[in-house]
């Protein structure tokens, strides 16, 4: 069964630090894309970065560039997401999700998907 399972959200004051991680089980995670996406209350989901299957990094929000950083470890079947210098603009519920080889902006074309873990960023 193939499934994506995000942990390491929680509640952390401003200018704080988190990183979630993507772990695979049922598929092996080396031939796929892996992208981080978020959705905060009333808001459509958006995507935040992506690893392609050969470490090519996209950023989907310009803005994150410099705070938030995505990672992978093939051995451990698991990508992450450092998120640092967080902002309460960066609560939400962040996923990930998965499809084969290349990153692409449309996010429905990844076809797998987590549960999501939540991420507030407050004093």
């Known amino acids: 069964q193939v499934q994506l399972v995000e942990s390491g959200g929680g509640l952390v004051q401003p200018g704080g630090s988190l990183r979630l991680s993507c772990a695979a089980s049922?598929?092996?995670?080396?031939?796929?894309?892996i992208g981080w996406f978020r959705q905060a209350p009333g808001k459509e989901r958006e995507g935040v970065s992506c690893?392609?299957?050969?470490?090519?990094?996209?950023y989907y929000t310009d803005s994150l560039k410099g705070r938030f950083t995505i990672s992978r470890d093939n051995g451990k079947n698991t990508v992450y997401l450092q998120m640092n210098s967080l902002e309460p603009e960066d609560t939400a519920v962040y996923f990930c999700?998965?499809?084969?080889?290349?990153?692409?902006?449309?996010?429905?074309?990844?076809?797998?998907w987590g549960q999501g873990t939540q991420v507030t960023v407050s004093s």
């Open positions: 690893i392609s299957s050969s470490d090519d990094i996209t």
């Open positions: 049922g598929f092996t995670l080396d031939s796929y894309a």
């Open positions: 999700a998965a499809r084969p080889s290349f990153c692409r902006r449309y996010q429905y074309s990844f076809g797998s």
